[in-house]
């Protein structure tokens, strides 16, 4: 079973996650940020991964403590849900439309985190969230789940659907990358016989 579970507190936030890689896209998602909560259940239902995300945070200073320790409690989770990586084809990509908004998202599940990010939004706000806090989700799930990410909004103006392809996009890369290849469901993908550090 490629499951991962992750429990993580601070003074800021009280965070509770729990995945399973090769689940059918089963999501309970509580972050107390309704729009966040839309987005991981996007990311849930479109990887396949089951999601559970119970998060208590310091919402009445802002969004942006929850918004990325969220981040890198999902990522932490999936890092251990994937172990050594053996087996998994690493590398995915989708592009997904959504009406004017096109966008495109390149991973390598490679233990070497990095995180590419040419989105643009139209407006400083989406409802009550600061448009510059996804790029900390994306960021902080990215170091944490050990996934070079790359992620580029092609064209776009509406900020929801700007928004909502980056984690479509995402959730089928990840789909891709972390299914097992049956060719090769015992090895590591890499000739170093393992993932991280140097190419």
Not at 88 to 94: D, E, L, Q, S
Not at 116 to 140: R, S
Request: glycine fraction near 10%; proline fraction near 3%.
């Amino acid at each position: 079973m490629r499951t991962g579970k992750v429990e993580r507190r601070t003074k800021e936030t009280q965070i509770a996650v729990s995945v399973d890689l090769d689940g059918g896209g089963d999501y309970t998602v509580n972050t107390g940020i309704g729009f966040l909560d839309h987005m991981l259940e996007q990311l849930s239902r479109h990887s396949l991964i089951d999601l559970d995300v119970a998060a208590e945070g310091d919402l009445h200073i802002d969004f942006h403590h929850t918004t990325e320790d969220t981040g890198i409690a999902v990522g932490e989770a999936v890092a251990e849900a994937l172990g050594e990586r053996r087996g998994i084809t690493r590398y995915g990509t989708a592009t997904i439309p959504m009406d004017e908004t096109c966008t495109r998202v390149t991973l390598d599940i490679s233990n070497r985190p990095y995180l590419v990010w040419n989105v643009d939004f139209t407006k400083p706000k989406l409802g009550d969230m600061d448009t510059e806090l996804f790029k900390e989700w994306f960021q902080a799930f990215a170091q944490s789940a050990g996934i070079t990410l790359h992620v580029e909004t092609l064209y776009g103006e509406n900020n929801h659907h700007i928004v909502e392809s980056c984690f479509k996009a995402l959730a089928r890369a990840l789909r891709q990358a972390i299914e097992i290849d049956p060719r090769k469901a015992n090895d590591v993908p890499s000739t170093k016989g393992t993932l991280g550090g140097s190419l």
